[in-house]
């Protein structure tokens, strides 16, 4: 049974609702699949496919079913979800018993109940490319109203994925750094006491600090963690 629909219009501006500092990039690209399912006409199960460093994955989908139409075409790559992804173009498959191009992936589709499937292409970063994959239980379930719908929402879903994508590596980065910041201090803090207990230079404590990480094969930030710790105790 096909999902409710939703006004386009509803749909487009929900997606330019979302607050990427409230939401984590997961969440966007399943809001992107769910308002899709609820929008374009004709769409039975929908799945949002990303693909970065040639690591491919459904990262959202409204069913199981949509995951498993995605996951057979990662696990052999091929078929008409990776080619929407990588040339950034839309790929129609009107009928999956008549479908020549891809003749494993339609068989198998059509095992699952599936008639007709639309992929459009998602360029998302230089790096970063993906696909928004809509799968109908009947043929011809996508005509030309429908296709048209669907690329005008995939160009909202890109910017949207495309900032969330983005938000996320920086806040990702801020982390990293942070963290880095963190471990600095902690080593600082170490060669201070290494320093003063053995009357050394700085560069000479922290070769004891490294000497020390290898022989307990721990991390550097450890084992200055456990110097100061041990000092504060005391």
């Not at 990702?172 to 942070?178: F, G, S, T």
């Amino acid at each position: 049974m096909d999902a409710p629909r939703t006004d386009p219009g509803e749909a487009l501006a929900a997606l330019g609702r979302i607050r990427l500092d409230e939401v984590e990039l997961d969440d966007v690209v399943r809001r992107v699949a769910e308002l899709a399912n609820r929008t374009v006409a004709g769409s039975a199960h929908v799945s949002v496919a990303l693909i970065q460093a040639g690591a491919n994955r459904a990262i959202a989908y409204t069913s199981d079913l949509a995951r498993e139409l995605d996951d057979w075409q990662y696990q052999r790559d091929d078929g008409p979800c990776l080619d929407a992804a990588v040339s950034a173009v839309s790929v129609s498959l009107p009928d999956m018993s008549d479908e020549q191009r891809w003749p494993e992936w339609a068989a198998q589709a059509r095992a699952a109940g599936i008639g007709s499937s639309l992929s459009i292409g998602l360029p998302i970063q230089e790096a970063v490319t993906g696909a928004l994959n809509l799968y109908a239980t009947s043929t011809h379930a996508f005509d030309h109203a429908a296709i048209e719908l669907a690329e005008e929402f995939a160009a909202y879903a890109a910017v949207a994925l495309a900032n969330a994508h983005l938000y996320d590596s920086t806040a990702v980065l801020a982390r990293q750094m942070q963290e880095a910041m963190r471990s600095r201090a902690v080593i600082e803090q170490a060669k201070g006491i290494i320093m003063g207990e053995r009357r050394c230079s700085a560069d000479e404590a922290f070769t004891l600090l490294a000497k020390l990480s290898q022989d307990t094969n721990r991390k550097l930030r450890e084992v200055a963690e456990a110097l100061v710790a041990n000092a504060a105790n005391r």
